[in-house]
């Protein structure tokens, strides 16, 4: 139940959506958002969230008037992943500057720095700086997943960044071994992990898009991520999320890696198809098939034909379809469409592969 | 003499332009009153730079709201996206590349000649380059980033000629995304290599990178074609300054030695020791001192301020080698 000091303005205006007609209720193939969803838009009203962080930096408003519209703002971003009948949203991340920093913001021992871009996406994050001992001093994503699913009509997966690529990306001052700093953020989001299932959180991801370009640390990432998915309790769907590249490096090692579903990048190389066929039997994917860095909307009917050859892999796994990545990078009209052809991509293979249900 | 300066491009607009540029979006005005209050205030940017005794000046880069989205405004195949983020609080309209890309009429020659003209002091002329170009962009056209990258060095390096034949003798291609993807920092390089290939005898090509992880393609960014080199240094606390001993004999280093994401104005004391660390790997006649990167995030007060502090730094730093 939420606390009604929390409780958004929205909550009271429902948001009106059905789920799509041609829904059979098969959960072995789902469209899901990635993370990020854009959190502003061209309409006044899409500007919201912009308009309260430069009215709180100019101290015309509080940080708790700012709670308030970051707490509508995911409400209308949750509405609007299931407007295009989206089976697993996130909050959308809106209170995220980046995968890194929200996250060293709330932990003790690190300090976002200075602004740094990784990939190819002109996206900036601050890089965190590990001067002390990581500890978790208290929760800082339960108050998010409550929000968000109070108005969701179906899971909110919980995003955080993985362990190895945080280590990977941070300037560490203190532990000097980047296997110990991964360790130590394991623990503490695993701790996070751990009171989001406590508040009923059922769909967690970690991403991992460092191991695409260093398969050296997959033992870590295997070591690490286990320790947090441990965390969310039997039953959770648990993706490990790699983008950006693809696992081929990984050889047959990507048996190993842990979680209920393993996140790769369709886009980016032909590689991670054959991927597939390395997988364990019965592990499940989370597919991401729509290019998160183009506005060109992909036609699911071709992206089908891209899947076709690998039907018999795929049916008798759970599998997630959707962005390769975060849809930050997107302008919000074509995020909103890469979802709904991700939906459509997931009736069309209801329809016409037959499942191992 | 070594240790001028310069800065990186940008400066911020002031009130008037910013309601000017507003009201022109809106159809409220028309380009002939933008440009007037554009060249108000790149006279503006001149005479700050002239009073702080900056040595190579730049127009401020005033008319264009974003180094990418201005070339997709004024080329041929490339339109303008919705609102993106890059960070913070920051969005920007990301060009998307619809056709084959081509360049109709020169983009920024005629603006680069008025502010030329209005100062007696040399003004530095700046583009984006390819391979930013080209990451920067949603990409709906090419087959390949190759193929699209290559194109836009096409577009660039006839920017780039017409600049040098119509006067400029400092010319800087900005690549700040060069470091994203190691796998390609030899496109990259080829892009920019196409772009000032034919220009070095007769202009000194620069270029500015910053806030990527440089280390891994840290070699291969110390040889790239062009004459100079500006780097941010002390938003990343000069993390690659080591490898800056290996900067190939004769290239030069553009030195970020202020923090342009950081409101606090440095102090000329802290800027010097910034400078010092820089001569401790290379001569100062091999290097300028800069900011980090663009000023347009700051207030006017907060550039003039970081500039001062620069100058005043730098002219202490070549004192005390009576330079």
Redo the contacts between chains.
Sequence with gaps: MLDSSVTPACLTRRPVVQRSPFCRGCHLIRAANHSFY?????SPLDQQL?TA??ER?RGRITDADLAAVEDEVACLVVAEQSRAFIEIVTDGMVRW??LLSRVARHLDGVEPR????????????RRPEVVGEIRRAAPFLVHDYRVAESVALTPVKMVLPGPVTFAR?S?DRHYDDRAGLARAVADALAEEVKDLAAAGARHFQLDEPMLCRQPEDLDLVVETASRVFEAAGEGATTVLSTYFGDLAGSGDRLKLLPGSHLGLDMVWSPASYDLLARLPEGKGVMLGLFDA????AEDPEEVAVRLEPHRENLVSRDVIVGPQASL???????AFDKLLHARYLVEKLSREWTWAC | MGLLTSTVGSFPKPAELRRARRQFADEEIEAPALREIEERAVRGVLALQEEIGIDLLVDGELDRGDMTTFFAERLEGMEVSGLVRSYGNRYYRKPVIVGEVRRTAPMTVERWRFAQGATKKPVKAILTGPYTLMDWSFNEHYPSREACCMALAEVVREEANDLVAAGVRDLQIDEPAISVRPDEVDLATRALGSVTGDLAPKVRTWTHICYGELGPVMERILELPVNGLLLELSNSDFDILGALAGLPEGKLLGAGVVDVHDHVVESAHAVRERIERVLEVLPPERVWINPDCGLKTRTLDEARGKLAAMVEATRAARSARGL
């Design positions: 854009p959190r502003v838009a061209e912009r962080l430069r930096d500057d980046g200075d602004l740094a871009r990784w990939f190819e996406t002109n996206f900036y994050d990306l300037l860095r183009t506005t060109r930050e990078l997107l302008p919000r009209d074509q």
